[in-house]
């Protein structure tokens, strides 16, 4: 059973960063792709950014040149760096574990419980 476990969120004025952590574990290849999508009230959850297990990494048009996402293979984990947020960045941000090595298996059912990520004007 594959469990995935966020961290990071809170609330952060304009302009200001946070950094999210994504932790798997249970029965998952170490090399799949993993993502981030969001979710603010009233709309669906949006893919934000996606990494292969070859470090390639994919972005939403509106988080492009804003956030980062990395990975260690070794431990599973994956982080989104978000600089200069903005208030329409604010969500429950999701991490996503793909079926595969690349993007285009994601999203899975492998959800994470979310975290809230706020961002005052």
């Known amino acids: 059973q594959v469990q995935l476990v966020e961290s990071g969120g809170g609330l952060v004025q304009t302009g200001g960063s946070l950094r999210l952590s994504c932790a798997a574990s249970?029965?998952?290849?170490?090399?799949?792709?993993m993502g981030w999508y969001r979710q603010a009230p009233g709309k669906q959850r949006e893919f934000v950014a996606g990494?292969?297990?070859?470090?390639?990494?994919a972005y939403a048009d509106s988080v492009k040149g804003r956030f980062t996402m990395f990975r260690d293979n070794g431990k599973n984990t994956v982080w989104l760096q978000m600089n200069s947020l903005k208030p329409e960045d604010t969500a429950v941000y999701y991490c996503?574990?793909?079926?595969?090595?690349?993007?285009?298996?994601?999203?899975?059912?492998?959800w994470g419980q979310g975290t809230q990520v706020t961002v005052s004007s």
């Open positions: 249970g029965s998952i290849f170490s090399n799949n792709a």
């Open positions: 990494i292969q297990s070859n470090g390639y990494t």
């Open positions: 996503n574990l793909g079926l595969g090595r690349t993007i285009a298996t994601m999203p899975s059912d492998h």
